[in-house]
């Protein structure tokens, strides 16, 4: 939605939608822990996990925990539906203002790691995530000199003689 926006300028898509991306939004900021993370839990048929709506967000089951790729998005989405709400004059965009806020602050804290000098999953913090590196270099929670060492440690741990791996494990 924030693309078509972004790209087409289109903002009676936005009014059109505002609500149904309000769902959305309240949908992801429902499974934030109380350090304004979602943790991803395992992804399989039962019923414990069934009923909590658990839900698998990348394509390999061992990528638990507070992942840098989900929170990533968590963080880029509120922002966008913050300027959503600027938008269509809703008051809700200094309340998901603030809560990205709080968001980036248990990113950098929680999922940084000066052993590899990137973003690390929580619940195995042994391999750098190529896709959560990224997007936190492309949406602005990677700044400065962190910025600078996240790049070095994606090409370090991730970089071949061709260009970046494919996943984020060899």
Known sequence: AYNHYLY??????????????????????????SAYMIYQYPVFYDPFYTASEAVEFTCNFDRLGEKPLVNAVLYK?????????????????????????????AFNERLWDDSVNAYV???????????????????????????????????????????SALLSQP
């Not at 995530?129 to 741990?157: C, I, T, Y």
Request: net charge negative; hydrophobic share 45%.
């Open 8 to 33: 087409f300028g289109d903002i009676y898509f936005v009014e059109q939608y505002f609500d149904e991306l309000d769902a959305c939004m309240d949908w992801l900021t429902e499974r934030m822990n």
């Open 77 to 105: 989405s509120l922002l966008c539906m913050a300027e959503f709400a600027d938008l269509v004059g809703d008051q809700r965009g200094e309340k998901w203002r603030a809560l990205a806020d709080k968001v980036w602050v």
């Open 121 to 163: 999953d929580t619940y195995d913090r042994s391999y750098v995530p190529q896709d959560g590196n990224a997007l936190a270099l492309l949406f602005g929670l990677a700044k400065g000199e962190r910025a600078k060492l996240v790049m070095a440690s994606l090409r370090k741990h991730l970089w071949t003689p061709y260009g």
